[in-house]
C-alpha cells in the first residue's frame, strides 16, 4: 500500500500525443491505480514531450528537483517511460531521488538497471538489423534515399502491425490480474503465443511492443 508524498512523471514521445492525451491518460491511470488506497499525497505531475531517445529531458529534471525539495518519491507508469538508456537510468538512480514505477513496484535498483540494459540492448539490436537489411539492399544494387527510408519504414510498420495484433490479448492478460512484465512475458509464452520474429517471449521483446501499444 503506497504511502508519502509523490511527484508523478509522465512522458509522451510526440507533441500530437502531447495535445491530445493520447497514451497520457492511460500513464496516468496507471499511476493512480497503484497509488490506490494507502495514505499518500500527489504533490504534482509533470509531463514531457520527448523523444525515446533523446537525454535532454526538463520536465523530469524539474520533477526530480521537485522531488529533492519536497522529499516526495517520483512515480513513473513504467521504466521505458524514462529512457532505453542504462546510463540515463543509473544517472537517475545516483541522484538519491527515490522513485518506483508502477507496473514494477517491487523491483529494486539492480532489477530497475538490468531492465535498461535489457531495453537499451534491444534498441540497438533493432538498429543492427535496419542497418544489415539497407546493407544486404545496397549489395544488391538497389539504390539506397528512398528506397532506404522506404524499407525502414516499412520495418516500423510490421512492429506496429505485430503490436495492434496482439493488443488484446495482453489487454486481457493484464485484466485478469498479470501486470509485471515477467507475468505478461511468461503468460504469453504459456499461452504460446509466438514473438515478433517467433520463438518465446523475453522481457526486452515484450518492452519493446508494449512500448508501441502505450504510444497509440
Known sequence: MATGKFIAYYRVSTDKQGKSGLGLEAQRKSVLSYLNGGDWELEREFT???SGKRNTRP???????ECRKTKSTLIIAKLDRLARNVHFISGLMESGVDFVAADNPHANK??????AAFAEHEREQISERTKSALAAAKSRGVKLGKNGAKLAEKNKADAHEFAMSVRGTINEIRARGFTTMRAIRDELNQRDIPAPRGGKWHIPTLLRVLSK????
Open 48 to 50: 514531457e514531450v520527448e
Open 213 to 216: 501499444l502505450d504510444a497509440r
Open 59 to 65: 520536465q523530469l529534471a524539474a520533477a526530480i528537483e
Open 110 to 115: 539492480l532489477m530497475l538497471h538490468m531492465l
